[in-house]
Structure formats: C-alpha cells, structure tokens
C-alpha cells in the first residue's frame, strides 16, 4: 500500500466513522429537546458552532473521497441545472462563513427574493446560453465540490463584490470573481498546490489546510477540463473552469 492509499484509507474510513457519531449526537442535543432535554441560549450557540465545524470536517473528507475517485476514472454522471448547483454552493459556503445569510438565503421562497438577498450581499448571478434551459451531463456531486470551493473562496477573500457566471453552448464554463487584494502573478501557480496557502493581508483571512485549489484543479483535469486565473475591471481575481459533458459509454461509471 503506498502512503497515498494508507492516507485516503485513513481519512475516509478511520475519520469518517467518529465524525458521523458527533454530528448525530449533536444533531440530537439540538433537535429532541424532548428527549435530552431544554437548551439554554448558551449551550445551542456552542452546539450549533460543533455541528457546522463537523460539517466543514465531513466536507473535507468528502473532497478527498471524489478527488480519489476521479483518480480511478469514477464518474457518476446524471443531468442537472448548473444554476441550482451554484446555489447550493452559495448555501453550503454560507453555513460556515456566516449561517445569519445562509437562513436568509434559505427563506428566499421567490425567484425575487433570492436576487434581493444576492443583492444585499454583494453578489451577482449570471447565466446565459444553453444551459439555461437544458440540463448539464456530469458528475453533480464533483460539480458541486468544484463550485463550492471557488464560492468559499470567493466570499472569504473578497472585499465588497463577487460574481458568478454560468455559460456554455457544449463545455459547461463557471466563472467566480471577486473584488479582493488579489493574487500575485508570481504566485498563480502554487495556489494549486497541495497544502500551499498565500500569504495575504486580508483581516478575513481564515486558517486552511490549502486543499481547497488543488482539489479543484485535480477534479477539472480528470474531468477533462481546465481551470484559469485571471483578473477583470473592477474584479482582482477571477477563476475560470471549463467542464466538458460526461458523454455515456466508456467514460461514465456508477
């Protein structure tokens, strides 16, 4: 077994099994009052803040089990909106970088409330060409991961602005932007290292393992797409991916 191999067995199955019985113990502190009792103000603050670190734990692990899988050419590919896959990364990267949004995000019930609640946050939505319409063929689950850790990022890094654009008449383009410092031209490679974080002067600069970008690109090249960095008027960073469709035949596994 190479260290490779014993480090995913180690992540996905030694991890997995104890992170899955603190978010149901948690899970059932919050949710069955009747059952184990009242919560004062306090001790739901200090379980609701348990409950979304083990969610960003079983991310992680999640992130390692499909970037493994890609390696072993698994794809589960099903027909999807790229549209509804943005939002739900919008939602995911808001449970942990500010759940008061992510609620008013969730109670948007109308098209107009959620381009209000975009609005108030600095965020701006655009899709255009075939997949406004039509499904997109792929692996969701990746798609989703791809999209979520640019979001993530995004929102993390900018400092007023961020914009996503979906497009694509074949291959499926995403694009995330934001407003933030930026990143140096002498650095746009190691961004997609392994462990690899920049240092930056960003007072919202959370602690990472630096997995993030390098998920990313390996995901994109298995998928046999690529991934750019660039930067726009009025947007100092911009990131790019071009996913082709998951066609059936020989290059789509359950």
Known sequence: ???KDYLYDLLLHDLAGPLAVVATTVNNLLGKSDRYGALNELQRVCLERIHRNT??????????LEVARSEENIFCGSAFHPEEVVREALLESFESLDPQAREEFSGATSEGEWQNALARHGIAMVVSGRYVSEPFYHDRRKVLQIVR???????????????????????LFIAVSNDGPGIPDKDREAVYKRFVRINSSNPKDAPGLGL???????????????????????????????????????DKED
């Open 212 to 250: 993030g970008l390098f998920c990313i690109k390996a995901l994109v090249e298995r998928m046999k797409g690529d991934i750019s960095l660039g930067s726009g008027e009025g947007f100092n960073t911009i990131f790019t991916v071009r996913i082709p469709s998951l066609q059936t035949g020989s």
């Open 149 to 171: 850790n640019l979001v993530s990022n995004a929102l993390k890094y900018r400092s007023q602005r961020m914009r996503l654009s979906i497009n694509g008449e074949q291959d």
């Open 1 to 3: 077994m190479s260290d």
């Open 55 to 64: 969610q960003k734990a079983q991310g992680l692990l999640q992130d390692m």
